[in-house]
């Protein structure tokens, strides 16, 4: 389809979508005569426009109206603005406020935060689940004379607890002394090689007339047993679309009080929404998914601005979520921008 357009179709469609989406309203072929710098006529624009129409690229949303994209449309508008992105600068004042926030352990909800400042959408950070996440301590609590509370703290800072039943009171020192010997033994080790370290010590024979070690392996090994690393996700500006949606700048013919009950629920079902960025994300660098594109339609309202960051070790997903009516210019920059920033600071450049 792209390869069918001629350069006058093209940079007729690049105004109309760019008109379109700071305006909100049906392009005419008059003001594009007026406003694309092709010196055509109205009746030439008419021609190039109904050609348009016919490959599926722009539509008339009524009769008299003037045309607006399709997701098509925009599609071909996107794939010209990825294929004119420049690297980009530097952004030092953005990097030190994420170098402080990783010092603070909250990268990834400021990363989130900034995005959605800057974008005005919502924003997202995420880092999938990792079979490598390793044992960085475990405590145990005494939560009463037969129940202790096992907190796991894996690299990542993810926690996990887990109530375990015991069958013998257990005071504060044994407890302690537990921990120290755990941590001692088998911190360091991903959460996979600790269980069956831990499932292994417990077989040695010789452990069996230790008592504190005895005792220290079972919490251990209760605690560790459904402990499986889990996927961050910060996600931030949802009152960004709300504050479109009263000032009109979504679609409202497609983005209805539906569409976005569903979306939010999509939001909330954390999982669901990692399940859907992750089939998106399969390669490095910029991923942009537009209106049915996406293989939910509850998304279908939507585009989706996203983008990968890596060290080596830590690799993640950080992107923007917005109407199709979005500012795709503005969004593949700051997204961008805002993942180059991210490995920068994680691989402490």
């Known amino acids: 389809m792209a390869a069918d357009l001629t350069d006058r179709q093209r940079r007729i469609l690049a105004r109309l979508v760019s008109e ?25 624009v008419r021609n190039l426009l109904a050609r ?18 399709t997701d098509a449309g925009y599609r071909l508008y996107v794939d010209s603005l990825l294929q004119a992105r420049r690297r980009l600068k530097s952004t030092g004042d953005l990097e030190n406020r994420l170098r402080r926030a990783d010092a603070a352990g909250g990268l990834l909800e400021n990363v ?51 109530v375990v039943e015991t069958q013998e009171p257990c005071d504060v020192g044994v407890l302690e002394g537990a ?25 040695e024979e010789r452990m069996l007339y230790d008592v504190l070690l005895s005792r220290a392996l079972r919490l251990a090994q209760s605690g560790l047993d459904e402990v499986a690393p889990e996927d961050t996700l910060h996600v931030q500006g949802v009152s960004f679309l709300f ?15 539906e569409t976005l009950r569903a979306l939010f629920r999509l939001l909330e079902e954390k999982h669901r929404l990692v399940e859907l960025l992750t089939s998106y994300i399969d390669a490095d660098g910029l991923t942009v998914v537009i209106g049915s594109e996406h293989s939910s ?5 939507f585009s989706l601005v996203a983008s990968t960051f890596h060290d080596g070790q830590r690799t993640g997903t950080v992107g923007v979520i917005g109407p199709t009516r979005m ?23």
Do not use: C
């Open 52 to 69: 348009l129409e016919e490959q599926g690229l722009v539509h008339q949303p009524h009769t008299s109206a003037g045309r607006i994209p």
């Open 112 to 162: 989130s935060h900034e995005l959605a400042l800057a974008s005005h959408q919502i924003a997202f950070a995420m880092t999938p689940a990792s079979a490598t996440a390793r044992l960085h301590h475990i405590s145990f609590v005494s939560l009463d004379s037969h129940r202790v509370l096992v907190i796991v703290v894996a690299t990542g800072n993810q926690i996990t607890h887990k």
């Open 297 to 301: 339609p509850d998304m279908h309202p």
């Open 20 to 44: 379109y989406i700071e305006q909100g309203e049906p392009v005419s072929s008059a003001w594009l005569a007026e406003h694309s710098g092709l010196g055509l006529s109205s009746a030439t």
């Open 243 to 257: 504050d479109g949606a009263l000032g009109g700048s979504m679609d409202r013919e497609h983005v209805t009080l």
């Open 327 to 349: 500012r795709y210019q503005r969004a593949i920059t700051v997204v961008d921008g805002v993942s180059q920033a991210v490995t920068r600071v994680l691989e402490g450049n």
């Open 179 to 203: 921990a120290q010997y755990i941590n001692a033994e088998f911190a360091g080790l991903t959460l996979l090689e600790a269980r069956e370290a831990i499932l292994a010590r417990m077989h």
